[in-house]
């Protein structure tokens, strides 16, 4: 890291007034099995039960909205490499990783935007100001967002530029804008993206911090990759973890800036 993201990170750090996410520099590359869930179809000999006593388990969706970044910027443009499959399987994994919470993630649609404003993120690249996640904020269009009533994520191809894995911003525009997570498809060395990164960020939207670097959380999902602790598939909540994602979810929308 030079010394021009140090100087940033530490302001971030100092003023905490963002949960940008900088240091997500583990290049976890975990392979997802194939998952195949059968077609919803009731045979027809179900039909000759009484379906008197059978209460509907409480089905808890989170719906997710994905954005794809098209752009002229290399690292920004998920457009020409991305496939809904793919991305539907980060989520259909992460899915796993919230089981715990009640709570599951549902593509609401695929949205392809063009970037609004590169020459911001260039000179965020460029000098480091502004922020990563303030560049980003800026660059995509707020009309198009589901949140407040759903979530947002935006997919970019590599975030090497922002030496960093992925980020939740707690706000597009300074408190006027609900929050997002930006997660890329590429790791920073070209490989594809780990599917923790997804679960990881839609931690953070759903107001978990970063767990303390200890080897009590080694395996825990919010660990962060910076810490010399990691593990490299952590997945795990705990139940404080799991009653804070609740906890958000009945709010509903993402987590907003911590004061
Ligand atoms: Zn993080």
Redesign the pocket.
């Given at each position: 890291m030079n010394s021009k993201w140090s100087v940033t990170i530490a302001f971030l750090l100092a003023c905490n007034t963002s949960k940008e996410?900088v240091i997500?520099n583990t290049e976890d590359i975990q392979t997802t099995e194939d998952t195949a869930f059968a077609e919803d179809n009731p045979s027809a000999e179900d039909t000759s039960y009484e379906d008197t006593s059978s209460e509907e388990p409480e089905t808890n969706i989170a719906n997710l909205r994905i954005h794809v970044i098209s752009s002229q910027l290399e690292y920004l443009d998920a457009a020409s490499i991305y496939t809904e499959a793919t991305i539907e399987q980060y989520i259909t994994d992460s899915n796993q990783v919230f089981l715990p919470t009640g709570i599951t993630w549902e593509i609401e649609s695929f949205v392809v935007e063009p970037a609004l404003n590169e020459a911001i993120v260039i000179q965020s690249v460029n000098t480091g100001m502004p922020a990563p996640g303030t560049a980003m904020g800026r660059t995509v269009d707020h009309s198009l967002m589901l949140a407040p009533t759903g979530y947002d994520a935006y997919v970019l191809q590599k975030n090497a530029q922002f030496d960093n894995g992925?980020?939740?911003k707690c706000s597009l525009d300074n408190g006027s804008v609900p929050g997002a997570v930006f997660v890329p498809l590429l790791a920073s060395n070209g490989t594809p993206q780990a599917m923790r990164k997804w679960a990881?960020?839609l931690g953070?939207m759903m107001n978990l911090p970063?767990t303390e670097c200890s080897q009590e959380f080694a395996d825990n999902l919010?660990m962060?990759g910076g810490c010399g602790f990691a593990e490299i598939d952590r997945i795990h909540l705990t139940d404080d973890q799991i009653a804070s994602i609740q906890a958000q979810f009945a709010i509903g929308g993402p987590a907003e800036c911590n004061e």
């Open positions: 996410d997500e992925g980020m939740y990881h960020e953070h970063h919010m962060s």
